[in-house]
């Protein structure tokens, strides 16, 4: 005997009408239903990506297959709810004092970690669609798994792709929060939006490493990801690390969908008043304990990279700062117990005292002392390179 299922079924286009009116009720901005089928294009650009030697980077999911098939991220999958949270916040004013001796943040990691905020949000919405099609599954990303989440939103109709590879949306421009949620629900879709770039090329030229080429990155020569990499930076990108702590905003500030940014209406992604609204104090980020940090930089999308990292970082901008109260700070870090900060501290002080010859004296004596305790090879190469930078006459 067959039994027929008279549960009523709902009305799915009503229901991704009302599923997106809930969404902007509870603080998402951007909503877009994309079909869940396979994403060809984008497997053979990143086949083709991976055999010239630019991926995966260090942050993406290693598996081509599983980034492309949304089968893979839910057994199931008929659709893929594309939501976006914009996050621009004007810039603070300058804080009062500090001169050249500031740091700079991007604007995605001033305010609250926006990965559980987004994630808490895609939950309340998977929950309410349980509500009105009980029955189904669904699975939250943000950032975080195999999805591609700017070829989903793009593919959701919420923004499309800008040449210098970040989505750009009619309403926000780039400064966009991206996740999924990914569900068995057969949604209808979205309509794509149409091209955004045409022949612009601004982001390309305001690259400072030149990793932009159209529609490309190469997150080797990209500065958002070095300054988010372990170990050494390398010494081709430290001077036009400038003084970026985390992050570089170059080619979103250059893009002109983002001239006239609409301010984001979510507090939590504001500017911290602890991170003197995103340009802290070098000199007090050198002296940071590991407490300031958990208070400082953990709740922000910053601090997953630790301390260590801040500091390095720091250490290049006081270098590049050309001040001469920066001597004392860097002279203060070869004394540190990190190889990595007492390397970045030799080259830092070769750098200051090229830009500021009147503490090349000290400069000198700090790094000569140094050299003569020195152990690790790392540190001792770039003690050496240093101090032959200086060499020669005043």
């Not at 039994?3 to 709902?10: A, E, I, K, N």
């Not at 604007?107 to 669609?129: F, K």
């Not at 970026?244 to 893009?255: E, K, N, S, T, V």
């Not at 003569?372 to 060499?391: D, F, G, I, K």
Request: net charge neutral; with cysteine; charged share 25%.
């Amino acid at each position: 005997m067959i039994r027929l299922d008279r549960s009523p079924q709902p009305d799915l286009e009503r229901l991704k009408t009302e599923m997106k009116d809930y969404a902007r009720e509870i603080g998402i901005d951007l909503v877009g239903v994309a079909p869940a089928d396979p994403f060809l294009r984008e497997r053979d650009f990143l086949e083709e990506r991976a055999a010239r030697g630019h991926g995966p980077n260090p942050y993406e999911h290693p598996v081509i297959a599983e980034r492309v098939d949304p089968g893979r991220w839910l057994p199931g999958a008929r659709a893929i709810i594309a939501c976006g949270i914009a996050y621009y916040h004007p810039d603070a004013p300058p804080p009062p004092g500090g001169g050249a001796l500031r740091g700079w943040l991007s604007r995605y990691c001033r305010g609250l970690d926006y990965h559980q905020i987004l994630r808490g949000r895609l939950l309340q919405l998977a929950a309410w669609l349980e509500a009105r099609a009980p029955g189904h599954r669904h699975a939250a990303y943000v950032d975080t798994g195999p999805p591609l989440d700017r070829a989903v939103a793009e593919r959701a109709g919420i923004g499309k792709f800008g040449k210098h590879t970040n989505l750009i949306t009619r309403e926000h421009g780039t400064w966009v929060f991206l996740g999924e949620l990914v569900t068995t629900l057969p949604l209808p879709p979205d309509e794509p939006q149409p091209p955004a770039c045409g022949s612009c090329t601004l982001c390309i030229e305001a690259c400072p490493t030149q990793a932009l080429t159209e529609w490309r990155l190469d997150a080797n020569r990209c500065l958002s990801s070095i300054t988010q990499m372990k170990g050494i930076i390398p010494a081709e990108f430290r001077e036009a690390m400038g003084n970026r702590l985390f992050g570089c905003d170059d080619c979103q500030d250059a893009c002109p969908y983002n001239r006239r940014p609409r301010p984001s209406r979510h507090p939590e992604f504001a500017p911290s008043p602890d991170l003197d609204g995103g340009r802290p104090d070098l000199l007090k980020l050198m002296a940071m304990t590991k407490g300031d940090f958990r208070r400082w930089f953990e709740p922000t999308a910053a601090g997953w990279r630790g301390k260590t990292t801040i500091q390095r970082n720091a250490l290049i901008a006081l270098g590049n700062s050309g001040d001469p109260a920066a001597l004392p700070a860097l002279a203060a870090a070869l004394e540190s117990e990190s190889a990595v900060l007492r390397a970045h501290a030799a080259w830092a002080l070769g750098r200051l005292a090229r830009l500021a010859p009147a503490v090349r004296g000290g400069a000198r004596a700090a790094l000569a002392r140094r050299a003569e305790r020195e152990t690790e090879p790392t540190v001792q190469v770039e003690l050496q390179a240093a101090m032959e930078s200086l060499a020669g006459g005043e």
